[in-house]
């Protein structure tokens, strides 16, 4: 597609669940970002990944968060044992080169009940 | 400790009329600043990128200014209109030489809303 895709768009699931959100980056963009985006905030980095690889995982909040970018191309984002904190809107971007604007997707907006 | 802090919270204007947007910012070491828009319920979408080099950046209606001495950046929005209301987002990169990686630290946004 033209811009980066993002599925589901909304996952509703409970507490203690395992969630996985995939994001489609732009067609040939190496990079890949996933950040998280509490209501009222701006988005908050979580990791990067470089073809395969996470570059940079830093921005992981606990070892419940998990990423994955098995050919370079489609990431997942996995969350175990969801707790409510977890709830925010989960966005993806994709770059091509480091000084080019990071390309962003809806997101998905996931809610721990 | 890397911080983008915007102003104001949030802003009404009516269409047509002009209004600023403010950033500070501390982030070391600077790579560049960065204005996103985002509508409700969207991803972030890049209205324009400036180096330390560059004062000013146009795109369309909207301007950004970077002073580099004193890490503020401003967004000017002239003649708006109603689909101009959004939250606009100032981002600033932080230069990783070792992983060719620009991390970007999000302000948290001032949401504007035109008024007919």
């Known amino acids: 597609g033209a811009g980066v895709s993002q599925t589901p768009s909304n996952k509703v699931t409970e507490k203690g669940k395992y969630v996985e959100l995939r994001c489609d980056p732009i067609s040939g963009h190496t990079a890949l970002y996933w950040y998280r985006q509490s209501l009222g905030q701006g988005p908050e980095f979580l990791i990067y990944?470089?073809?395969?690889?996470?570059?940079?995982d830093s921005g992981l909040p606990n070892d419940r968060f998990f990423a994955v970018r098995p050919e370079g191309s489609v990431s997942t984002l996995k969350i175990q044992r969801t707790e409510r904190g977890d709830s925010a809107v989960y966005l993806c971007a994709s770059s091509g080169d480091r000084n080019q604007p990071q390309h962003f997707g809806d997101g998905t907006r996931l809610s721990i009940l | 400790k890397n911080q983008v802090e915007q102003s104001p919270q949030s802003l009404i204007i009516l269409e047509g009329k002009n209004c600023t947007l403010q950033c500070n910012y501390t982030v070391s070491p600077f790579s560049n600043l960065r204005w996103y828009k985002q509508d409700t319920g969207r991803g972030p979408v890049s209205l324009t990128i400036?180096?330390?080099?560059?004062n000013t950046k146009s795109n369309g209606r909207y301007t950004a200014t970077l002073d580099a001495d004193t890490k503020q950046s401003s967004l000017h929005i002239t003649a708006s209109q109603l689909s101009d209301s959004a939250s606009y987002i100032c981002v600033v990169s932080a230069d990783r030489m070792n992983t060719g990686f620009q991390k970007l630290v999000f302000g948290t946004g001032t949401r504007l809303l035109v008024s007919p």
């Open positions: 400036m180096t330390f080099r560059e």
């Open positions: 990944f470089q073809g395969t690889g996470a570059a940079d």
